[in-house]
């Protein structure tokens, strides 16, 4: 399985950006796919995560509420909404896909495997 993360780019203390994770994939709705991400000089953490349901999410304390994760079966995505943004989130973004369908979304990184190639997002002040 091979999945795609876009969107980032470079952006202000306190503006937006949305990233995307893609994958063609016919059974990509049925599994929990993760966001992570990792600053420079840092380890890898976990950001949010979303079930095969749409309406079961988990977030890291430093993003909830500024940060929403969303499937789009329509475009076999799902995109995270980053809102908010601080200088601490400047980081690459990965997206990885849950080791089997039909989970919860784990916060853990041994859960994930098919990790994408990550897209930077740097915040400027």
């Known amino acids: 399985v091979q999945l795609q993360a876009s969107g980032g780019g470079a952006v202000q203390a306190g503006n937006s950006l949305k990233l995307s994770c893609t994958s063609s994939a016919r059974t990509f709705s049925t599994y929990t796919i993760g966001w992570f991400r990792q600053a420079p000089g840092k380890e890898r953490e976990f950001v949010a995560a979303?079930?095969?349901?749409?309406?079961?999410?988990t977030y890291s304390d430093s993003v909830k509420g500024r940060f929403s994760i969303i499937r789009d079966n329509t475009k076999n995505a799902v995109n995270l909404w980053m809102g908010d943004l601080k200088l601490e989130d400047t980081a690459v973004y990965y997206c990885?896909?849950?080791?089997?369908?039909?989970?919860?979304?784990?916060?853990?990184?041994?859960?994930?495997?098919?990790w994408g190639q990550g897209t930077l997002v740097t915040v400027s002040s």
């Open positions: 990885a896909q849950n080791r089997a369908p039909y989970t919860l979304p784990f916060m853990r990184q041994q859960d994930y495997h098919s």
């Open positions: 979303i079930s095969w349901r749409p309406d079961n999410a």
